[in-house]
């Protein structure tokens, strides 16, 4: 039987048909057996303020908390201006405060994202990368997964056979990793 493992995965796009939001639903559809997967609501953080940080918001602590519970995360974003929402950039700062309490310290970790363009999310990725590698985080840089959201898609909706197929690889993937970091 498999230890079951816990990922939290932050979704930075927030609008409500954020393609994003999609692939986080396919994502959930695709979990390897003895992976759970939950979110969490970053829209619900305050801007980060170092005025906050001697008493930090309910929403903080909420989120802190989901990240020390779970055992990887995945960072779900979108493109823009070939960078990362700064939504998603506010909760990362969030978790990393107050000084010396860096929740995401150690924590296993990867990207991924979808988008409409042909270089799919590759600038948002590779600059998050840069921010969760300075925060600790043990990143898994292969495989890589820039889903472009037009060609991944059947006629109703759902994710064709190879993009299935990848989703599936990538999960795989991301749950081998999370279980060789938590048995060292």
Avoid at 147 to 165: K, M
Wanted: charged share 20%; net charge negative; proline share 6%.
């Amino acid at each position: 039987m498999t230890k079951p493992i816990s990922v939290l995965a932050l979704v930075g796009g927030i609008s409500s048909e954020s393609v994003n939001r999609s692939l986080y639903a396919f994502l959930v559809a695709e979990l390897p057996s003895g992976m759970h997967l939950e979110t969490f609501p970053i829209e619900s953080l305050p801007f980060f303020s170092q005025d906050l940080e001697e008493e930090l918001p309910e929403s903080v602590l909420r989120l802190k908390e989901a990240i020390e519970r779970a055992d990887g995360v995945l960072f779900v974003t979108p493109e823009y201006n070939r960078s990362y929402p700064g939504v998603l950039k506010n909760a990362i700062d969030w978790g990393s405060r107050p000084w010396m309490r860096n929740s995401w310290e150690g924590k296993p970790a990867a990207t991924l994202g979808a988008s409409i363009g042909a270089i799919g999310t590759y600038g948002a990725q590779t600059h998050l990368k840069a921010v969760l590698s300075f925060l600790d985080m043990s990143l898994m840089n292969h495989p890589e997964f820039y889903f472009n959201i037009t060609r991944g898609l059947d006629e109703n909706g759902g994710l064709t056979p190879s993009a299935r197929a990848l989703v599936r690889e990538y999960l795989e993937s991301f749950d081998a990793f999370v279980r060789e970091h938590i048995s060292d």
